[in-house]
C-alpha cells in the first residue's frame, strides 16, 4: 500500500532563517505531488504541484521554493523565512488520473518566531 | 472562476444528533468532489468521493453525501454524530481544466456536546 511520510512533525525558526520540510511517498510510482498551507483559522492554499521529477508549478508568488529531485521526494524550502510563513504545511499525493483523490501526509507545524 | 464554498464555518450538534455540513461548487460542468475530515494537528482523510453515477455515495466512518445538480450542492450527512466526530470538514473539487488541482472549501469546524 501506498504511504506519504512528511517530515519534521514540528518546527520553530527564526525569521531570516533557512527552510526544509521533505515529503516522500512510498508504494507508487510517478505521483502527483502537492505542497498547501493551512493558515491558522483558514483553508487550504496550494503552494506548488509537481506531475514529474524537475517539474514543478506554482500556485502563489511568495518567498518559498519546491523542488522535486527524485520521484517520490518533494521538498519544500526559502532561503529566508518571514512571520507570514508560520502555518501547518501539507504534502499530498494522486495518481495521475483525473478522478483519484489527494492523500495527504501529516503535516509540519511551523512558526517563525 | 472554479469554487468551493461550505458556508459555514462553526457548527454545533449534540452526540446523537443528525448532521449536515453544507457545500456549493461553483463551475458550469460537474466536477469531482470530495470530503475529507482533519482532526486538530493532523493531515486530512479521504471520507468520500463523486464523480458520476449514484448521487447519494456511501464513505467511511457512517457519513454520506448527496450530489444535487441543480443546487450545485454536495452536502455531508451522518444521521448520528459522535463526540468523536468532533473535527474540521473540508469539501473540495476537481475541475476540468483546471489539471489536477484540488480546490478546497474554507472548511467546518464541528463540535459536539455530550
Known amino acids: 500500500s501506498q504511504t506519504i511520510h512528511q517530515w519534521p512533525a514540528t518546527l520553530v525558526q527564526p525569521v531570516g532563517s533557512p527552510l526544509s520540510l521533505e515529503c516522500t511517498v512510498e508504494g507508487t510510482s510517478n505521483p502527483n505531488l502537492y505542497w498547501y498551507r493551512q493558515a491558522a483559522g483558514r483553508g487550504l492554499q496550494l503552494l506548488f504541484y509537481?506531475?514529474?521529477?524537475?517539474?514543478i508549478s506554482s500556485e502563489v508568488p511568495q518567498n518559498l521554493s519546491a523542488s522535486r529531485p527524485q520521484d517520490r521526494q518533494f521538498i519544500l524550502s526559502s532561503k529566508k523565512l518571514l512571520l507570514s510563513d508560520s502555518g501547518f504545511y501539507l504534502c499530498?499525493?494522486?495518481?495521475?488520473?483525473?478522478?483519484?483523490?489527494?492523500?495527504f501526509g501529516n503535516g509540519t507545524r511551523l512558526t517563525v518566531t | 472562476a472554479q469554487s468551493v464554498t461550505q458556508p459555514d464555518i462553526h457548527i454545533t450538534v449534540s452526540e446523537g444528533a443528525s448532521l449536515e455540513l453544507r457545500c456549493n461548487y461553483s463551475?458550469?460542468?460537474?466536477?469531482?468532489l470530495f470530503w475529507y475530515v482533519q482532526s486538530p494537528g493532523q493531515g486530512l482523510q479521504l471520507l468520500l468521493k463523486y464523480f458520476s453515477g449514484d448521487t447519494l455515495v456511501q464513505g467511511i466512518k457512517g457519513f454520506e453525501a448527496e450530489f444535487k445538480r441543480s443546487q450545485s450542492s454536495f452536502n455531508l450527512r451522518k444521521p448520528s454524530v459522535h463526540w468523536s466526530d468532533a473535527a474540521e470538514y473540508f469539501c473540495?473539487?476537481?475541475?476540468?481544466?483546471?489539471?489536477?488541482?484540488?480546490?478546497f472549501g474554507a472548511g467546518t469546524r464541528l463540535a459536539v456536546h455530550p
Open positions: 473540495a473539487g476537481k475541475f476540468s481544466g483546471g489539471y489536477n488541482k484540488l480546490i
Open positions: 499530498a499525493w494522486s495518481s495521475g488520473s483525473f478522478n483519484s483523490p489527494l492523500h
Open positions: 509537481s506531475v514529474g521529477i524537475g517539474q
Open positions: 463551475y458550469g460542468a460537474t466536477p469531482y
